[in-house]
């Protein structure tokens, strides 16, 4: 066993005359060493200190004007706040905690920013790499998110998303997967599955999936919110869904383990892997934001990651105020091209052998969505790889469907011509034909829904949705496709401070916003107790909000925090007879 301690590193040094030399409220630092940059705030005798990293995507911050107090700093990436006095973000409200430093004054009044490192846990019981015969390690990529990995005698399938939508209606696949999927996903010996969005747990995939091996293995995190949390509902028949906790090894057989990791920014539901085969190390961050809170193995054989941004209904379904098509069109091309750099820096600083951009194969191809896909551009792998090249000597991987790694042969030899085959020559690699119908139906079936004939389903909804005793007015219109206001719809507003159902905007000040939703979605997920990511990250809502604050309580509750079990409409229908 390897000493697992752990650690204190000096971050930063100041001298007395530095330390005499701080001003009241914050002072800015730089490492001139590592380049890093760290905050410092001063209130009396009192010291509070921090990185100078955004938690959201590693931001730089720099002081707030509109802060008459002088105690906060804006992110210079997505304008996130944090109060330097406290430690918590004040945009969005009510969302996260700044890690402190801590902070060691020595005898002369000098002063040390000291980190204090906990151990890696994949660092309990190393195990040196052993070489890797030709063959023995294959990675094919079938679509999206989804890679199978042949591991010596053993198999592992990634996020298996490989037919239907995701996000109600608002995802399609990108990519054609091989048409032998299923039989692959059968001979699977384990399935990890990061999280619960629907292009990582795909409940149409799963369904034919388990009706073949209802007994397939399947690994999850032990997330806050359960991965699985809607499984009853789902109809899907699986029997064997182990949740492990995080970071602890989990021993597959004498070559083969693997740890799945938490997210820093969305513990509660998001996670990410490492797959440990003969001491080699495979690590999939997936759509982790801050995977392990940043803390990651370095020089690892493969890593792979996300890139493409785009899977949020910002700001493409906002309008009114600043949201213009040019403003929107300038905030995706910056926005896109700091997620760019984000990703190639994380490369660089972890040194991975193999890098391969993936989990980013979506397209909004119904129809009924061309504004969204021609809007919401994404990056393009090759580009971001490009970048990876240039500045660092990390081989990179664009994975096309059915495209084969050998990881022995690229180990040894990066330009073996055997290293990675291609898919065949006429494989077809983009979709052109998507079987939209049967997936919509099922959706149009909640708006003839019984319920929905009795207008007290709102109070029903919201009232078992719990969210209360918060300053916001929501005006709720349900819409036809192109957002129009649906004939014989509701549209209503909800007070969430005392939450009721005024028929007018109350005369107190308050934060309003405009939800317009696509009927059959808002109406399928109401009934079925879903989560609103389907509404927001499908794209199927419109949004207006006054003053424009992102809301983060309000939607993290919708999003994340609904109760586990859906309304129960049964008894709700037997009152209203």
């Given at each position: 066993m390897m000493d697992r301690k752990q650690t204190a590193e000096i971050l930063l040094t100041l001298s007395p005359a530095e330390v005499a030399n701080l001003k009241e409220g914050i002072n800015f630092f730089r490492n001139k060493t590592t380049g890093k940059e760290y905050i410092l705030y001063k209130e009396k005798d009192h010291l509070k200190a921090c990185k100078n990293l955004c938690k959201h995507q590693g931001g730089l911050f720099m002081k707030d004007i509109e802060d008459l107090d002088g105690r906060s700093v804006k992110c210079t990436k997505h304008n996130w706040k944090l109060d330097v006095s406290t430690m918590k973000y004040i945009n969005p409200p009510g969302s996260f905690c700044q890690d402190e430093l801590v902070i060691e004054m020595d005898e002369n009044n000098g002063l040390s920013l000291v980190e204090l490192n906990p151990p890696n846990p994949w660092d309990s019981d190393p195990r040196s790499p052993e070489e890797l015969a030709f063959g023995e390690v294959q990675i094919t990529y079938l679509t999206h998110a989804c890679m199978d990995l042949k591991l010596g005698d053993k198999r592992m399938v990634f996020d298996p998303w490989l037919i239907g939508p995701a996000f109600a209606r608002g995802w399609w696949l990108l990519h054609e997967p091989p048409s032998d999927w299923l039989e692959r996903l059968c001979k699977a010996d384990l399935i990890y599955i990061s999280h619960m969005h629907s292009d990582h747990l795909s409940y149409p995939t799963l369904k034919q999936l388990s009706q073949r091996r209802p007994d397939i293995p399947i690994y999850v995190g032990d997330t806050e919110r359960p991965v699985f949390w809607n499984l009853d509902q789902s109809g899907v028949g699986l029997t064997n869904i182990n949740v492990v906790p995080f970071g602890i090894w989990q021993q597959v057989d004498k070559s083969l383990r693997f740890m799945i990791l938490m997210d820093g920014v969305h513990p509660e539901m998001d996670t990410c892997?490492?797959?440990?085969?003969?001491?080699?190390?495979?690590?999939?961050?997936?759509?982790?934001?801050?995977?392990?809170?940043?803390?990651?193995?370095?020089?690892?054989?493969?890593?792979?990651?996300?890139?493409?941004?785009?899977?949020?209904?910002?700001?493409?379904?906002?309008?009114?105020?600043?949201?213009?098509?040019?403003?929107?069109?300038?905030?995706?091309?910056?926005?896109?091209?700091?997620?760019?750099?984000?990703?190639?820096?994380?490369?660089?600083?972890?040194?991975?052998?193999?890098?391969?951009?993936?989990?980013?194969?979506?397209?909004?191809?119904?129809?009924?969505?061309?504004?969204?896909?021609?809007?919401?551009?994404?990056?393009?792998?090759?580009?971001?790889?490009?970048?990876?090249?240039?500045?660092?000597?990390?081989?990179?991987?664009?994975?096309?469907?059915?495209?084969?790694?050998?990881?022995?042969?690229?180990?040894?030899?990066?330009?073996?011509?055997?290293?990675?085959?291609?898919?065949?020559?006429?494989?077809?690699?983009?979709?052109?034909?998507?079987?939209?119908?049967?997936?919509?139906?099922?959706?149009?079936?909640?708006?003839?829904?019984?319920?929905?004939?009795?207008?007290?389903?709102?109070?029903?909804?919201?009232?078992?949705?719990?969210?209360?005793?918060?300053?916001?007015?929501?005006?709720?219109?349900?819409?036809?496709?192109?957002?129009?206001?649906?004939?014989?719809?509701?549209?209503?507003?909800?007070?969430?401070?005392?939450?009721?159902?005024?028929?007018?905007?109350?005369?107190?000040?308050?934060?309003?916003?405009?939800?317009?939703?696509?009927?059959?979605?808002?109406?399928?997920?109401?009934?079925?107790?879903?989560?609103?990511?389907?509404?927001?990250?499908?794209?199927?809502?419109?949004?207006?909000?006054?003053?424009?604050?992102?809301?983060?309580?309000?939607?993290?509750?919708?999003?994340?925090?609904?109760?586990?079990?859906?309304?129960?409409?049964?008894?709700?229908?037997?009152?209203?007879?």
């Open positions: 892997i490492i797959v440990e085969y003969k001491g080699h190390k495979i690590l999939n961050t997936v759509d982790c934001t801050r995977p392990n809170g940043g803390r990651l193995p370095e020089k690892v054989a493969l890593m792979m990651s996300d890139f493409a941004g785009g899977a949020s209904g910002f700001p493409m379904t906002f309008s009114g105020g600043k949201f213009t098509e040019e403003w929107k069109a300038q905030f995706i091309k910056a926005e896109r091209r700091k997620l760019l750099n984000y990703k190639a820096q994380l490369v660089k600083d972890l040194q991975p052998r193999i890098y391969c951009p993936f989990a980013g194969y979506f397209v909004e191809s119904h129809p009924s969505d061309k504004y969204i896909k021609e809007t919401n551009t994404k990056n393009d792998p090759n580009q971001l790889n490009n970048l990876i090249r240039k500045n660092s000597d990390v081989v990179t991987w664009t994975p096309r469907p059915g495209a084969v790694l050998d990881l022995g042969r690229m180990l040894k030899d990066p330009t073996d011509s055997k290293g990675i085959v291609e898919p065949p020559e006429g494989t077809k690699i983009y979709k052109d034909s998507w079987d939209f119908g049967p997936y919509l139906e099922i959706l149009n079936s909640a708006v003839r829904d019984e319920i929905f004939h009795h207008s007290s389903w709102i109070k029903e909804y919201f009232t078992w949705a719990g969210f209360k005793n918060y300053n916001l007015v929501v005006r709720m219109i349900e819409t036809d496709e192109d957002f129009s206001p649906f004939p014989g719809g509701y549209d209503y507003l909800v007070d969430f401070l005392d939450l009721s159902f005024p028929k007018e905007r109350p005369s107190r000040e308050h934060p309003y916003e405009e939800i317009h939703s696509r009927v059959d979605v808002i109406r399928y997920v109401v009934k079925n107790g879903l989560l609103w990511d389907d509404l927001y990250i499908g794209f199927q809502t419109r949004l207006l909000r006054d003053p424009d604050i992102y809301h983060h309580l309000f939607w993290n509750h919708f999003q994340i925090k609904l109760p586990l079990t859906p309304p129960n409409w049964k008894l709700f229908l037997m009152h209203c007879d």
